[in-house]
Nanobody, 123 residues
Framework: QVQLAESGGGLVQAGGSLSVSCAASGRTLSIYTVGWFRQAPGKEREFVAATSWYGGSTSYADSVKGRFTISRDNAKNTVYLQMNSLKPEDTAVYYC????????????????WGQGTQVTVSS
């Protein structure tokens, strides 16, 4: 059906910036809510940010508010996560995921997942 591919991860120093992308194929991404999640070694997968087709809504985890920005380019069928003022605790594998309907925060509420991209923030 729909497939997701994350890209843009890498190594960045604390205080720096990085942008990761989620490109979709097989379906039009604009009809879905797209969430970004992350998982660090030994920790649970956690919600980072999401954007919904419904009302142009966005939502952010408290830990990233004011630093991260989620956006979408419907023409390119891609959603982005711009990450600024990065901290070592942001180090994780970042995943994008889709669900039908509005923004929810639990990973289990999302139906389709990409393979993830590694973001490493050095101190």
């Amino acid at each position: 059906q729909v497939q997701l591919a994350e890209s843009g991860g890498g190594l960045v120093q604390a205080g720096g910036s990085l942008s990761v992308s989620c490109a979709a194929s097989g379906r039009t991404l604009s009809i879905y809510t797209v969430g970004w999640f992350r998982q660090a070694p030994g920790k649970e997968r956690e919600f980072v940010a999401a954007t919904s087709w419904y009302g142009g809504s966005t939502s952010y985890a408290d830990s990233v508010k004011g630093r991260f920005t989620i956006s979408r380019d419907n023409a390119k069928n891609t959603v982005y996560l711009q990450m600024n003022s990065l901290k070592p605790e942001d180090t994780a594998v970042y995943y994008c995921a889709l669900r039908s309907g509005g923004i929810l925060y639990a990973p289990t509420m999302y139906n389709t997942w990409g393979q993830g991209t590694q973001v490493t923030v050095s101190s």
